[in-house]
């Protein structure tokens, strides 16, 4: 086979490995089924594959926020049952500010959201902000979506999130959650 055949080949196998359902971009959040395909598109930011979200990541040129939720505490636990959360292990570097990719949020939600992304940026609303979870996860997406809406103008959403990540053989750390206001320690693990 010639070289640039199997490069052409080569090429289109990557791309069918990446490609994105031919999914609608909603007009607004989505609000349910937030394990979903998602489309291949973010009206005003950036879609990066995992090679560059790795090469912004290896350049240290932007800052990565992490959305993914934070699984609740179960309700009804007899009382003195040790509580531990389920280990979240991130990209490298970033700030993990969980539950801020619903639909809807609440204004202490809302304001924990604007405060991180504020603290992540400097204050410096062109600076380079990559918004991740996982995989066909709308958190990210809707993250990414409400964060451009506060006037961030360089936000890319990276909607492979830790699954391609890590299917790229790439290093992931156990993450702490940013507090929210309301806490005064981090959440034990």
């Given at each position: 086979m010639r070289p640039k055949l199997a490069g052409v080949i080569l090429l289109g196998i990557a791309s069918a490995a990446v490609a994105q359902p031919n999914v609608t971009e909603p007009r607004d959040y989505r609000t349910e089924n937030y394990r979903a395909p998602v489309p291949a598109t973010l009206t005003g930011a950036r879609v990066l594959t995992t090679a560059e979200a790795a090469a912004i990541w290896r350049a240290n040129s932007g800052v990565f926020i992490d959305v993914l939720p934070r699984p609740p505490k179960p309700k009804g636990l007899p009382e003195g049952t040790v509580w531990r959360d389920k280990p979240r292990f991130n990209i490298p570097g970033s700030i993990w500010l969980p539950d801020t990719g619903y639909g809807r949020l609440a204004p202490m939600t809302e304001d924990y959201l604007q405060r991180g992304v504020a603290r992540?940026?400097?204050?410096?609303?062109?600076?380079?902000?990559?918004?991740?979870?996982?995989?066909?996860?709308?958190?990210?997406?809707?993250?990414?979506?409400?964060?451009?809406?506060?006037?961030?103008?360089?936000?890319?959403?990276?909607?492979?999130?830790?699954?391609?990540?890590?299917?790229?053989?790439?290093?992931?750390?156990?993450?702490?959650?940013?507090?929210?206001?309301?806490?005064?320690?981090p959440p034990s693990h």
């Open positions: 992540a940026s400097h204050g410096d609303r062109a600076a380079l902000l990559v918004v991740y979870c996982q995989a066909d996860c709308w958190m990210s997406w809707n993250a990414a979506k409400r964060i451009l809406s506060y006037g961030y103008s360089n936000v890319a959403w990276y909607p492979e999130g830790t699954d391609g990540w890590e299917r790229a053989n790439l290093p992931l750390t156990e993450a702490q959650p940013e507090l929210r206001p309301d806490e005064e320690t």
